[in-house]
């Protein structure tokens, strides 16, 4: 099985790659992973060639073609039975190679609506979608929009959400608290995530600036990078308060992280099934998060967390203080989406699933070929 991605850097997808790879493994599949860009990070590269065979090919050879030619012959050589496709570039890219490699199984993953894609690349989408035999969803939400904007037709739909295990932290809360400055009685909101305009960082900045005018043991710890990291950290400099702001970079120990954070707060204008906040209530965080796609399929609001519009800061300050204060109903809601993840997104679940989409596909298209014959 050949699957293409556009980066092995810190985010959702690359930590869904990281599980199938794995999950699928004693299954009786072999990988190989083409990644897009030249952008990994050390700790995701390393966990994915565990189990996978992995080559990093970067852009600008597939604008270049040479790129293109290196990969078909790739798969030539290799002969592989399935491709997948995650992310924007790969799937144009990844279905096109599998449809000329003649692969006989394409299946690509639609992981959140893509209203920023540029409008190039929602042409070359609609080009290519139909190449693929099935676009697998892991919110319900965003099929309506990829069936009206990126040429996936209804035949093609399955869902199937993700699957989450829960984490075992490998230091004490307070030598994580220690390492990262924060004192021992102190209330930490987190947030874990691209630093992207999708995830509403600025709103989250903004709104903790108000809760520390009345909380002055409160930290904000925002874990992650992306393109947006200079601007929040602007803007965390010029608010009263940014001493108590802190930007932990991408990080593997998310376990550790989550285990000293009160509040986990998750304000995303638009989304899919987002891994951290999954993580998050495996972990029993209480949680603050838009009430949006993929999201709402997570949370039941005032049961496994608390839900809020995206972009409304009143609400969010309204909600993070709420949990902030009433301990016991943070605690409750902690446990309850503990328990609702567990048996609702076991992470075994969803590799069956999969396992069950290749070899049902891999199997009509054998009988289809030989009954040609």
């Not at 002969?79 to 490699?101: C, E, F, K, Y």
């Not at 199937?160 to 809360?173: M, T, Y």
């Not at 929040?232 to 120990?253: S, T």
Request: glycine letters at 8%; hydrophobic letters at 40%.
């Amino acid at each position: 099985m050949v699957t293409f991605i556009d980066d092995l850097c810190v985010g959702g997808t690359q930590r869904w790659l990281i599980h199938m790879l794995k999950g699928l493994k004693p299954h009786g599949y072999e990988h190989k992973v083409f990644v897009v860009r030249n952008i990994t990070d050390p700790y995701f590269l390393q966990e994915a060639r565990k189990y996978a065979e992995v080559e990093i090919i970067g852009e600008p050879a597939f604008w270049c073609i040479h790129g293109f030619v290196h990969v078909y012959r790739e798969m030539k050589r290799w002969n592989p039975h399935i491709v997948q496709t995650l992310l924007p570039s790969s799937d144009m890219i990844g279905r096109s190679l599998g449809w000329l490699a003649r692969v006989p199984v394409i299946v690509s993953s639609v992981r959140g609506r893509n209203v920023d894609k540029p409008w190039w690349q929602r042409w070359l989408d609609r080009r290519t979608a139909g190449l693929a035999d099935r676009v697998i969803f892991n919110t319900e939400d965003t099929i309506p929009f990829s069936l009206a904007h990126e040429g996936v037709i209804r035949e093609q739909v399955i869902y199937i959400p993700n699957g989450v295990e829960k984490s075992v932290p490998g230091k004490l809360p307070g030598e994580t608290r220690r390492e990262l400055g924060i004192p021992e009685k102190s209330r930490v909101i987190g947030a874990v995530g691209r630093l992207h305009p999708s995830k509403g960082h600025k709103d989250l900045i903004a709104v903790f600036a108000r809760l520390a005018e009345e909380m002055p043991d409160i930290y904000l710890l925002l874990v992650g990078d992306g393109e947006l990291r200079l601007e929040l950290e602007e803007q965390a400099g010029i608010c009263n308060f940014g001493n108590r702001i802190l930007f932990a970079g991408c990080r593997p120990d998310i376990a550790d992280l989550l285990s000293i954070m009160d509040v986990f707060v998750h304000p995303s204008h638009w989304e899919g099934m987002p891994n951290a906040l999954m993580e998050a209530m495996a972990a029993g965080r209480p949680i603050v998060a838009s009430g949006i796609d993929g999201i709402k399929a997570l949370i039941v609001d005032g049961e496994t967390g608390l839900l809020v519009n995206p972009g409304d800061n009143e609400e969010l300050v309204s909600q993070l203080r709420r949990l902030l204060i009433d301990r016991d109903l943070a605690s409750n809601l902690g446990r309850n989406a503990a328990q609702s993840v567990k048996e609702r997104f076991g992470l075994e679940r969803m590799i069956i699933a999969y396992d069950d989409v290749y070899k049902t596909l891999l199997r009509r298209k054998t009988v289809s070929t030989e009954s040609g014959r």
